[in-house]
T-cell receptor, first 110, second 114 residues
Framework: EDQVTQSPEALRLQEGESSSLNCSYT??????LFWYRQDPGKGPEFLFT???AGEEKEKERLKATLTKKESFLHITAPKPEDSATYLC???????????FGQGTRLTINP | DARVTQTPRHKVTEMGQEVTMRCQPI?????VFWYRQTMMQGLELLAY????????DSGMPKDRFSAEMPDATLATLKIQPSEPRDSAVYFC????????????FGNGTRLTVT
């Protein structure tokens, strides 16, 4: 069964304190791994897509990386506005749907 | 910025009542998805459509849920009769049929069944 597991469930950091979120996956054939950000009361907002091991994508203070078993979302010198739930999802071969992990709730204290 | 539009944003209803949620996908997108989000289960896929045809509705309780796309600009999700366990946030998302296409989500309908 295709499975996506995110850790930790929640993470609290001080402003400027860099860290990483983990997304491990077990799928029959990966067509893409997606990172989303979700703010309270809003729908998930697309951040990145990664397709193959070794690939990296960057956007402002965020960098996503991919291996054959997991993906990391690195947050460098975060600010309070980076506080959100970060969701990881996989698209498997032969399907268009995304299978989501449970998310990591990130809080950045000023 | 084009967005997926969902109505209503909030719905409170009594057990046994019919609930209809509506979604306007982004113009030109040919795949539409319905997801349900709860604290316990996270985001679960209920159903999805390509070019208005249902492709997979295995995530939906068939006896009470139904999803349709009457035209390319409207997708509906109905629950009849509603039950308290249906309380959740229901999201619609749309995209293109390609591996490069992410899904774009609306802001959801928060459903409370009492």
């Amino acid at each position: 069964e295709d499975q996506v597991t995110q850790s930790p469930e929640a993470l609290r950091l001080q402003e400027g304190e860099s860290s990483s979120l983990n997304c491990s996956y077990t799928v029959s054939g990966l067509r893409g791994l997606f990172w989303y950000r979700q703010d309270p009361g809003k729908g998930p907002e697309f951040l990145f897509t990664l397709y193959s091991a070794g690939e990296e994508k960057e956007k402002e203070r965020l960098k996503a990386t991919l291996t054959k078993k997991e993906s990391f979302l690195h947050i460098t010198a975060p600010k309070p506005e980076d506080s959100a739930t970060y969701l990881c999802a996989v698209r498997i071969q032969g399907a268009q749907k995304l299978v989501f992990g449970q998310g990591t709730r990130l809080t950045i204290n000023p | 910025d084009a967005r997926v539009t969902q109505t209503p944003r909030h719905k409170v209803t009594e057990m046994g009542q019919e609930v209809t949620m509506r979604c306007q996908p982004i113009l030109g997108h040919n795949t539409v998805f319905w997801y349900r989000q709860t604290m316990m289960q996270g985001l679960e896929l209920l159903a999805y459509f390509r070019n208005r045809a249902p492709l997979d509705d295995s995530g939906m309780p068939k006896d009470r849920f139904s999803a349709e796309m009457p035209d390319a600009t409207l997708a509906t999700l109905k629950i009849q009769p509603s039950e308290p366990r249906d309380s959740a946030v229901y999201f619609c998302a749309s995209g293109f049929r390609s591996r490069d296409s992410p899904l774009h989500f609306g802001n959801g309908t928060r459903l409370t069944v009492t």
